[in-house]
T-cell receptor, first 112, second 111 residues
Framework: QQQVKQSPQSLIVQKGGISIINCAYENTAFDYFPWYQQFPGKGPALLIAIRPDVSEKKEGRFTISFNKSAKQFSLHIMDSQPGDSATYFCAASTGGYQKVTFGIGTKLQVIP | DSGVTQTPKHLITATGQRVTLRCSPRSGDLSVYWYQQSLDQGLQFLIHYYNGEERAKGNILERFSAQQFPDLHSELNLSSLELGDSALYFC??????????FGPGTRLTVL
């Protein structure tokens, strides 16, 4: 059972464009929503995270939008660059971060 | 560099064999988590240890086991290996109330 549904599984965006990845969850007990970025041959690295009491969080070119009532959250990458090409995972966890449930991942390719 | 180290980087073995993967958490982190990543399953949580004690279990097979030692390093033991066990195995560590930081992973190939 996939508790965090992520789409699309692959995404091709032109340099300078906006990359958008969407996630949805069912478990209302989730209270921490991190996004991880993974380059080939590397482990996932925390990119940005949000809690459900905030509707938006921005860090540089990366923005998380959170819709608590719809149980959806999304990652927007503004001015996408070839160096952003990686796999992105949304995730969700409950208090204490003990068990993080990951989405299936989105492979992003930014073409020049 | 996350500060989490994993050895070995690559492991090639045969079906039916047993292997041990090792993880050293970031300095000061008491929690260690193990994940399996395969192409069709994404990142699957296996098990969580906190200061030597098992705290949570995910989709971990009975053929797999883990432990965390007094020096906080952890080992994941995989036995009676099958072709389907070929995957990337990641270890992550965290401090209390903090996010998880992932190691570089061990790529296991079962032939």
């Amino acid at each position: 059972q996939q508790q965090v549904k992520q789409s699309p599984q692959s995404l091709i965006v032109q340099k300078g464009g906006i990359s958008i990845i969407n996630c949805a969850y069912e478990n209302t007990a989730f209270d921490y929503f991190p996004w991880y970025q993974q380059f080939p041959g590397k482990g996932p690295a925390l990119l940005i995270a949000i809690r459900p009491d905030v509707s938006e969080k921005k860090e540089g070119r990366f923005t998380i939008s959170f819709n608590k009532s719809a149980k959806q959250f999304s990652l927007h990458i503004m001015d996408s660059q070839p160096g952003d090409s990686a796999t992105y995972f949304c995730a969700a966890s409950t208090g204490g971060y003990q068990k993080v449930t990951f989405g299936i991942g989105t492979k992003l390719q930014v073409i020049p | 560099d996350s500060g989490v180290t994993q050895t070995p980087k690559h492991l090639i073995t045969a079906t039916g064999q047993r292997v041990t993967l090792r993880c050293s958490p970031r300095s000061g982190d008491l929690s260690v988590y193990w994940y399996q990543q395969s192409l069709d399953q994404g990142l699957q949580f296996l098990i969580h240890y906190y200061n030597g004690e098992e705290r949570a279990k995910g989709n971990i097979l009975e053929r797999f086991s883990a432990q965390q030692f007094p020096d906080l390093h952890s080992e994941l033991n995989l036995s009676s290996l099958e072709l389907g066990d070929s995957a990337l195995y990641f270890c992550a560590s965290s401090a209390i109330g903090d996010t998880q930081y992932f190691g570089p992973g061990t790529r296991l190939t079962v032939l």
